[in-house]
């Protein structure tokens, strides 16, 4: 069964500098989430979007963006990266028409390491 | 406000030996779901199950078994015969119904190690 595809898969940035995730949800899921997973910490909520319209924005800094496109993929931009922005950020996709309705499916995750 | 707590840390167990993952969890919904994840060594969240809160019926699915009491509010994951390859850290994680998008409020965590 098709999974949730995040590129890349590992990236490495300087302080300063800028970085885009991409998110692919599993086929005819309608909301992504993005969550950020510190080292040995459980994932924190950033936003999520549903239809392309953000739905719930929780701790995600001013200097990062987000947004879901027609084609249902989805980006986290940050920008003026910091240390502390090294994580692992994950995607997920859900949808209430599937099979375990409401259930978030988390793509690999993207590692993150700021240099 | 949302909670969910998992007291233990980490767990080593011997393989084969049966073992228990607690989760607590505080919410003001009357209607909400609780879910297990898996992370193994590799990263990734694996999902293993969904319970919604009007349903009280304990589950099991091969070696894993919940038990969801909703009077004491917990949500406990059970291994029964442990393996080598069930070492991860295990979440437990609580969505509520209504008014928060569907996020998910993890707890902390629990680290199981298997030895041979």
């Known amino acids: 069964a098709a999974g949730v595809i995040q590129s890349p898969r590992h990236l490495i940035k300087e302080k300063r500098e800028t970085a885009t995730l991409k998110c692919y949800p599993i086929p005819r899921h309608d909301t992504v989430y993005w969550y950020q997973q510190g080292p040995g910490q459980d994932p924190q909520f950033l936003i999520s979007?549903?239809?392309?319209?953000?739905?719930d924005k929780g701790s995600i800094p001013d200097r990062f963006s987000a947004q879901q496109f027609s084609d249902y993929h989805s980006e986290l931009n940050m920008s003026s990266l910091e240390l502390g922005d090294s994580a692992l950020y994950f995607c997920?996709?859900?949808?209430?028409?599937?099979?375990?309705?409401?259930?978030?499916?988390f793509g690999p995750g993207t590692r993150l390491t700021v240099l | 406000a949302q909670k969910v707590t998992q007291a233990q840390t980490e767990i080593s167990v011997v393989e084969k030996e049966d073992v228990t993952l607690d989760c607590v969890y505080e919410t003001r919904d009357t209607t909400y779901y609780l879910f297990w994840y898996k992370q193994p060594p590799s990263g990734e969240l694996v999902f293993l199950i969904r319970r919604n809160s009007f349903d009280e019926q304990n589950e099991i699915s091969g070696r894993y078994s919940w038990n969801f009491q909703k009077s004491t509010s917990s949500f406990n994951f059970t291994i029964t015969a442990s393996q080598v390859v069930d070492s991860a850290v295990y979440f437990c994680a609580l969505r509520g119904m209504l008014g928060q998008g569907g996020k998910l409020i993890f707890g902390q965590g629990t680290e199981l190690s298997v030895k041979p």
């Open positions: 997920a996709s859900s949808s209430a028409e599937a099979e375990v309705a409401d259930t978030q499916y």
């Open positions: 979007f549903y239809e392309k319209m953000q739905s």
